[in-house]
């Protein structure tokens, strides 16, 4: 399943947005995280980020198990089904989330700092 978003949509880079979304650097793999949905490392969600001009790619699966024999790459995955769905949904909202985020930071006003109740107290 893929998730497109815009580059503009993202308050940080890739690699900082998915560690957000618990996910973690997969080394040795092209552009890649998983996320564990328990303690042992599978089942996982795998995501492979390609990223253009203007647009982020999360191309996701489920890698249900590891490969069955030694030196094997193949592995049970699933590409479609709820449970993917639903993880794609999941990101698609932190990104939403991060929108007024970003919004907000360009219209900051700087002031005088804040002063706390025992500043106040003694102006």
């Given at each position: 399943?893929?998730?497109?978003?815009?580059?503009?949509?993202?308050?940080?880079?890739?690699?900082?947005?998915?560690?957000?979304?618990?996910?973690?650097?997969?080394?040795?793999?092209?552009?890649?995280?998983?996320?564990?949905?328990?303690?042992?490392?599978?089942?996982?969600?795998?995501?492979?980020?390609?990223?253009?001009?203007?647009?982020?790619?999360f191309n996701m699966h489920?890698?249900?198990?590891?490969?069955?024999?030694?030196?094997?790459?193949?592995?049970?995955?699933?590409?479609?089904?709820?449970?993917?769905?639903?993880?794609?949904?999941?990101?698609?909202?932190?990104?939403?989330?991060?929108?007024?985020?970003?919004?907000?930071?360009?219209?900051?006003?700087?002031?005088?700092?804040?002063?706390?109740?025992?500043?106040?107290?003694?102006?």
């Open positions: 399943m893929k998730l497109i978003v815009g580059k503009n949509q993202l308050d940080s880079t890739v690699e900082i947005f998915l560690q957000r979304a618990g996910y973690r650097f997969m080394p040795g793999h092209e552009p890649s995280f998983t996320r564990a949905l328990g303690r042992n490392n599978y089942p996982r969600f795998h995501v492979y980020t390609e990223i253009g001009e203007e647009k982020i790619v489920l890698d249900q198990k590891e490969a069955s024999y030694q030196g094997a790459h193949m592995h049970n995955a699933d590409y479609e089904g709820s449970v993917v769905v639903e993880e794609a949904r999941r990101l698609q909202t932190l990104v939403k989330e991060q929108l007024p985020v970003v919004r907000l930071r360009e219209s900051v006003v700087l002031t005088e700092p804040k002063k706390n109740w025992f500043q106040k107290l003694f102006k």
